[in-house]
């Protein structure tokens, strides 16, 4: 079953601008990642925080755990055209098991220039 | 670059056809996955390989057959395949699974087929 589900779907913002998109999951978690993937190549991990962690930051990247609401939220500041991509939140539920992680749907991310 | 290499990176086949896919990964990890991301689709995971044994199949189709010789190869061996399974083929790999979590996955460009 799906554990991430991101939102919004597709975002369209002016460069500069701030980006946020969330993710809301339904299990427990180990941890969680962002990764982000340009059109129609691998996917490039972005960042990992983990379940006792509630922020935490890369660059012009924030993101933030909440795990009694079971959401997580990734910012980007002052974006750049470059960041058109799509971005993913994987999910690592605890309790182990062989299959590592789950993929939400994404959100498609377009910066306007 | 991320150190996960696939080949080919685009694969036209027939229905009939036999081809492979090949992925390797210089990062000395032990953990290798196949995935495959369908337009307006999750990326949906397909085989899972923990110190070369296949850990996960998710109710894959015989038409894909997972082979792992050592932990930096994978291949996906590919036989009568259908239109529908046009997409994109995602290798990644990761440190060893198990011991209380997964950390970051390393992916390849991707194989683009298109079956014909």
């Known amino acids: 079953s799906q554990q991430g589900e991101e939102d919004p779907q597709a975002l369209s913002i002016q460069e500069g601008e701030n980006a946020t998109m969330n993710c809301s999951y339904k299990t427990s978690i180990n941890n969680l990642q962002w990764y982000r993937q340009n059109s129609g190549r691998g996917l490039v991990h972005l960042i990992l925080i983990r379940s006792n962690e509630r922020e935490k930051h890369s660059g012009r990247l924030r993101v933030t755990l909440d795990t009694s609401k079971k959401s997580s939220s990734l910012l980007i500041t002052a974006s750049r055209a470059a960041d058109t991509a799509s971005y993913f939140c994987?999910?690592?539920?605890?309790?182990?098991?062989?299959?590592?992680?789950?993929f939400g749907k994404g959100t498609h991310l377009i910066i306007q220039p | 670059e991320t150190g996960v290499t696939q080949t080919p990176r685009h694969l036209v086949m027939g229905m009939t056809n036999k081809k492979s896919l090949k992925c390797e990964q210089h990062l000395g990890h032990n953990a290798m996955y196949w995935y495959k991301q369908s337009a307006k689709k999750p990326l949906e995971l397909m085989f899972v390989y923990n110190f070369k044994e296949q850990t996960e199949n998710n109710s894959v189709p015989s038409r894909f057959s997972p082979e792992c010789p050592n932990s930096s190869h994978l291949f996906l061996h590919l036989h009568t395949l259908q239109p529908e399974d046009s997409a994109l083929y995602l290798c990644?790999?990761?440190?060893?699974?198990?011991?209380?979590?997964?950390?970051?996955?390393?992916f390849g460009p991707g194989t683009r087929l298109l079956v014909l």
């Open positions: 990644a790999s990761s440190q060893a699974l198990g011991g209380g979590g997964s950390e970051t996955q390393y």
């Open positions: 994987a999910t690592d539920p605890s309790g182990g098991g062989a299959d590592g992680l789950t």
